[in-house]
T-cell receptor, first 113, second 113 residues
Framework: EADIYQTPRYLVIGTGKKITLECSQT?????MYWYQQDPGMELHLIHY???????EKGDLSSESTVSRIRTEHFPLTLESARPSHTSQYLC????????????FGEGSRLTVL | GENVEQHPSTLSVQEGDSAVIKCTYS??????FPWYKQELGKRPQLIID?????GEKKDQRIAVTLNKTAKHFSLHITETQPEDSAVYFC????????????FGKGTHLIIQP
């Protein structure tokens, strides 16, 4: 079934650790995005990609980095996690071209102690 | 960049009554306005969207209206049911842009039995 998958769903780690949040989609979409959702539920765009080898920073400054080596894969990496990175991270994708529906993954909830 | 304001932040209505959520946007170039519903612990999902060449769109109990001159759009839910309880997000984007949606802060809709 075509969908967008995120792993891990939940992660608790200590300060200073490097982590990678995985995102894969089987929908054949060119555009992919990472949103950070804070406890107040607000959604903030932190990274996006037009396609392979394209990565752009979003509206909210983030210490994370992303890569897009394959169309279906858009991982997010934090080199040295801090408590301020504790949040829910949502990956999304959409078709290229005219404005279209954003499909979200189920999210990765990160807690940094 | 785009800025989207959403009101109210919390809305409590009696089951069977109507609910209205309002949003304003700042970028006159925006021409795509979706609404997402996020149930507790779930991913956001598109429930209805409207493009700037249309003033109103309806899908069963939900409708969206758009006033491009005033730069505001609204979600209307009639005959509310318990399953309508969720957080609702409005969003806006310039047509053709790959740089993600700009979301409002969300409205927590509570349906009282």
């Amino acid at each position: 079934e075509a969908d967008i998958y995120q792993t891990p769903r939940y992660l608790v780690i200590g300060t200073g650790k490097k982590i990678t949040l995985e995102c894969s989609q089987t929908m054949g979409h060119d555009k992919m995005y990472w949103y950070q959702q804070d406890p107040g539920m607000e959604l903030h765009l932190i990274h996006y990609s037009y396609g392979v080898n394209s990565t752009e920073k979003g509206d909210l400054s983030s210490e994370s980095t992303v890569s897009r080596i394959r169309t279906e894969h858009f991982p997010l990496t934090l080199e040295s996690a801090r408590p301020s990175h504790t949040s829910q991270y949502l990956c999304a994708s959409s078709l290229a071209g005219a404005a279209g529906e954003l499909f979200f993954g189920e999210g990765s909830r990160l807690t940094v102690l | 960049g785009e800025n989207v304001e959403q009101h109210p932040s919390t809305l409590s209505v009696q089951e069977g009554d109507s609910a209205v959520i309002k949003c304003t946007y700042s970028d006159s170039a925006s021409n795509y306005f979706p609404w997402y519903k996020q149930e507790l612990g779930k991913r956001p999902q598109l429930i209805i969207d409207i493009r700037s060449n249309v003033g109103e769109k309806k899908d069963q109990r939900i409708a969206v209206t758009l006033n491009k001159t005033a730069k505001h759009f609204s979600l209307h839910i009639t005959e509310t049911q318990p399953e309508d309880s969720a957080v609702y997000f409005c969003a806006a984007r310039e047509g053709g842009g790959a740089d993600g949606l700009t979301f409002g802060k969300g409205t927590h809709l509570i349906i009282q039995p």
